[in-house]
């Protein structure tokens, strides 16, 4: 079994009575679109269904009488604007591309579960104070992402460790340089477990060793790419610091690939779609809109 994570397009409409006592009365109605409502519950439509449809923006959409059936399975939020220019600076970094050419399969990667650190016994024990007090730093930022050490390697999910000792990651044997590799579901998008390999040879003291150690970490944190079009104080604009730091705007780019939103584990096609009709549902009908993260078990 695998956790699975869906998005369902919800657009909340809001009728506003006001009665001769001044009492303002708010009928408020939730609706998705077919495709999503037969996803979610995979049955067809009902006569009572097709009665109640509406059609929005060139969209179909059906009545949600429950809420409260979709709510307990998992979590609605509403819509968070973001300008064009943000989403196009975030497209870059939240998703893996060649050249700018993003496959239709791409998918924003994302940690659930607490991050569980083990450290090689050849790190130092001040290299690894200052990193785990950086780690911890950025993620009591973030919402939905946590981080801690486990003293023994059967307790972790992620290793970092110096070349001159153990290879832990298999995957990392033929690396000549340092590197990080991290797993995620089959055609998912949680990751599950992640390494660091820093060369020692290659890197001849402590403080470079330290800084590497943490830019790899940041990467996988959503195995993200850096965008060459930022400027050189932001973390992401991949340019060389001295030294490892985030920006605010690299702190906004986390914060928003960690929020409950349209970012959080989907295709870029529907990233860019569902922004598309979000927006415009907003310019036309300033109508509040709503996405729906459910957490489901698939086989």
Same mark, same amino acid.
């Given at each position: ?23 303002? %009365? ?15 519950? +995979? ?53 893996? %591309?060649?050249? +700018? ?62 070349? +001159? ?50 830019? %790899? ?83």
């Amino acid at each position: 079994m695998k956790n699975s994570l869906s998005f369902i397009f919800f657009l909340s409409i809001v009728l506003l009575g006001q009665a001769q006592t001044k009492t303002k %009365h708010t009928l408020r109605k939730r609706y998705i679109t077919i495709d999503d409502y037969q996803k979610r519950y +995979n049955k067809p439509l009902t006569k009572k269904d097709s009665l109640n449809m509406i059609e929005k923006d060139g969209f179909k959409l059906v009545l949600i009488e429950d809420s409260n059936d979709v709510v307990k399975n998992g979590k609605s939020v509403p819509y968070e604007y973001k300008d064009s220019t943000f989403l196009a600076q975030y497209t870059k970094i939240g998703f893996t %591309h060649r050249n +700018n050419t993003y496959s239709d399969s791409t998918t924003s990667k994302y940690w659930k579960q607490p991050i569980k650190l083990f450290f090689d016994k050849n790190i130092p024990n001040k290299t690894k104070k200052s990193f785990v007090k950086f780690a911890k730093n950025i993620i009591s930022q973030v919402d939905s992402l946590s981080v801690l050490t486990v003293n023994k390697i059967e307790d972790s999910n992620y290793i970092i460790y110096y070349s +001159n000792g153990y290879n832990y990651e298999s995957n990392l044997n033929n690396s000549k340089n340092s590197d990080y590799y991290i797993y995620w579901k089959n055609k998912g998008s949680k990751i599950y477990k992640g390494a660091i390999k820093i060369n020692k040879d290659k890197l001849f003291n402590e403080t470079l060793r330290l800084n590497k150690m943490k830019s %790899h970490f940041i990467l996988s944190l959503g195995y993200f790419s850096y965008n060459k079009t930022l400027d050189c104080e932001n973390f992401f604009s991949g340019c060389y610091q001295n030294e490892v730091y985030l920006s605010d705007f690299d702190l906004e780019i986390l914060k928003y690939h960690y929020s409950y939103g349209i970012c959080k584990g989907t295709y870029i096609s529907t990233f860019n779609e569902q922004h598309k009709r979000a927006k415009k549902t907003l310019k036309q009908y300033n109508s509040k809109m709503f996405f729906f993260h459910s957490d489901e078990k698939t086989k």
